[in-house]
């Protein structure tokens, strides 16, 4: 690829270098997105067919997840080749038709870089596991075991089980937050961070507009490998693991979090700026201290640009006190950073069964979603309002499910494939036998079926999207602290001269809530949006919205 064909292809995009503030990103998970050549598996060619749909939902970037070189094992997030596409994803030259036509279409690029941990056929382990005196011997976590044989340490996978591995070529255990076959980086070594770095400038010298960081809170461990304290019964949160997983039943004090991965991120930024407008949303998997930790790592403007947490990826619905909440404590706890908020992506179960949505509900959320102060992910097929698809035990794919089924299934049901057209036996996903079976379900939401349907949810998305880029209050302002009035979650936003209100009813019931003083022009009809009655006051039907200008 011409450099300088990007670059200029790339110029009206690269003019806004705060874009990512306020920005809307949409999620591909590239198996499940497009499949072009009918294997049965999304591809970077599919990627770019539908680039002029997801272009029209009025999105700013696309976020896509792993498609390096990889065994698979967990999906892509298990890297044999930082610098490789998979020969199931494409080529090289595909993913650079892929960038220009985004760019092209005013799209960003963000992908998914997976640095915690590599795939234990990346060559890097290859070495560092073949003896204890070779050049990359420390690029791995390697540690003795304890005088009984046992690890050394009591630090446990999410995926289940001990996080260490006994290793026979050293006769020592290496680390895994994840899969055995993830043995997690050494950070502690100059070179692991510098070859990471490296990762990094070879992407974006390739055109991409920035990156998605995987468990950006895992990259450290104590260097003293002290065991984590137990974590009291009542203290425990399942937003991270599934409750029947003994993950959560430590506080994960050494294990990650560790203080010095700022040191880490700040190198990671000075990176970034070397380009002229790259960015990065980091992913914090904590249960306990996930605010915090968001607003170390995106306080200032040395560190990433945003963080998101799973405080709205959790299992209760948001009600207008739980949101009041979350943005409260993000006021305090990150003041000075931002946040990117997302319902659901390929880790959870859709939010539309997670929280047993009405269309009416899924509607008023993604409204809210759209006017919170932050950044926003919408994950693929979320704008069809497509509910987590039943996934038999026999077609299972993900190790997670099979581990823990049948109390937790896994992350296949928000994976199995995009539906695009309701006639086709695939939904119009390949011409050949999916991966994961495509949901009957969902064929009947298809895009196709929705696109012509003026009432759809699909066409809600768009307008909601469309509201929040036509008000830079919405985008980049700030906000005067978000309230909860019974069921109505309420909040002013402003930027410059510009002053939006916004109310939604969170709730099956009807409310009442009153504007605040003042001149207010009601906007937002074609959310739904509703004026004041004579008295000034608001009648919020169920999951109703309120949105005003002050004049």
């Not at 009416?360 to 993604?366: D, E, G, N, V, Y």
């Not at 050949?432 to 009947?444: F, I, N, R, T, Y």
């Not at 709730?507 to 003083?517: G, K």
Request: hydrophobic share 40%; proline share 5%; with cysteine.
């Amino acid at each position: 690829m011409n450099e300088r064909a990007t670059i200029d292809m790339g110029q009206a995009l690269v003019a806004d270098k705060d874009w990512w503030r306020g920005a809307v990103i949409y999620q591909i998970y590239p198996r499940s997105f497009q499949d072009s050549n009918g294997d049965g598996i999304g591809d970077l060619n599919g990627i770019t067919q539908r680039l002029p749909y997801i272009a029209s939902l009025g999105v700013d970037a696309i976020w896509i997840s792993p498609f390096f070189t990889s065994p698979m094992k967990d999906f892509g997030y298990d890297v044999s080749d930082y610098r490789g596409i998979d020969p199931m994803f494409g080529t090289m030259s595909d993913f650079d038709v892929l960038t220009e036509t985004a760019h092209s279409l005013g799209l960003r690029v963000m992908i998914d870089l997976v640095l915690s941990h590599t795939s234990d056929e990346h060559p890097w382990f290859k070495e560092s596991r073949a003896n204890r005196d070779n050049p990359k011997s420390d690029w791995y976590v390697w540690s003795e075991p304890k005088e009984d044989g046992t690890p050394p340490n009591n630090w446990l996978s999410i995926f289940g089980g001990s996080a260490w591995q006994w290793d026979g070529r050293r006769e020592q255990y290496f680390l895994h937050n994840f899969l055995t076959s993830q043995p997690d980086l050494n950070f502690h070594c100059p070179d692991v961070q510098d070859a990471l770095l490296d990762v990094v400038r070879f992407w974006l010298d390739r055109g991409v507009d920035g990156f998605r960081l995987d468990t950006i809170n895992f990259y450290i461990h104590d260097k003293q490998l002290r065991s984590n304290p137990a974590l009291p019964k009542d203290q425990r949160d399942a937003t991270i693991a599934p409750s029947v997983n003994p993950y959560n039943h430590q506080l994960h004090l050494y294990s990650k979090n560790q203080p010095e991965n700022l040191l880490f991120l700040e190198r990671f930024r000075a990176v970034l700026e070397e380009y002229d407008a790259a960015a990065a949303v980091g992913e914090v998997g904590d249960a306990q201290m996930g605010l915090e930790i968001m607003g170390e790592y995106t306080t200032g403007d040395n560190r990433v640009h945003m963080c998101y947490s799973f405080e709205l990826l959790s299992p209760t619905i948001p009600t207008a006190e739980r949101v009041a909440k979350v943005m409260g404590d993000v006021d305090r706890l990150v003041s000075d950073g931002w946040a990117c908020w997302a319902f659901s992506n390929h880790d959870v179960v859709r939010h539309m069964s997670r929280w047993d949505l009405s269309p009416a509900a899924a509607r008023a959320l993604s409204t809210l979603l759209m006017c919170l102060r932050g950044s926003a992910c919408i994950y693929q097929g979320e704008e069809l309002g497509l509910h987590e698809a039943d996934v038999a035990f026999e077609d299972l794919q993900d190790p997670y499910g099979i581990e823990f089924w049948p109390e937790f299934k896994g992350r296949d049901g928000c994976r199995t494939p995009m539906a695009w057209e309701a006639s086709n036996r695939n939904a119009g996903f390949t011409t050949g036998d999916p991966w994961l079976p495509v949901s009957p379900e969902h064929a009947h939401n298809s895009v196709a079926a929705q696109e012509a349907d003026p009432g759809s949810i699909l066409h809600h998305y768009r307008k909601a999207i469309g509201f929040r880029k036509a008000h830079k209050a919405l985008q980049k302002g700030d906000h005067d602290g978000v309230k909860a009035a019974g069921d109505v979650v309420y909040f002013t936003r402003t930027h410059g001269d510009e002053v939006v209100f916004c109310a939604v009813n969170l709730s099956d019931t009807t409310a009442t809530h009153h504007l605040p003083d003042g001149n207010w022009v009601t906007i937002g009809a074609e959310l739904g949006s509703i004026g004041p009655g004579a008295d000034n006051a608001l009648h919020l039907g169920p999951w109703q919205v309120a949105l005003a200008r002050r004049n």
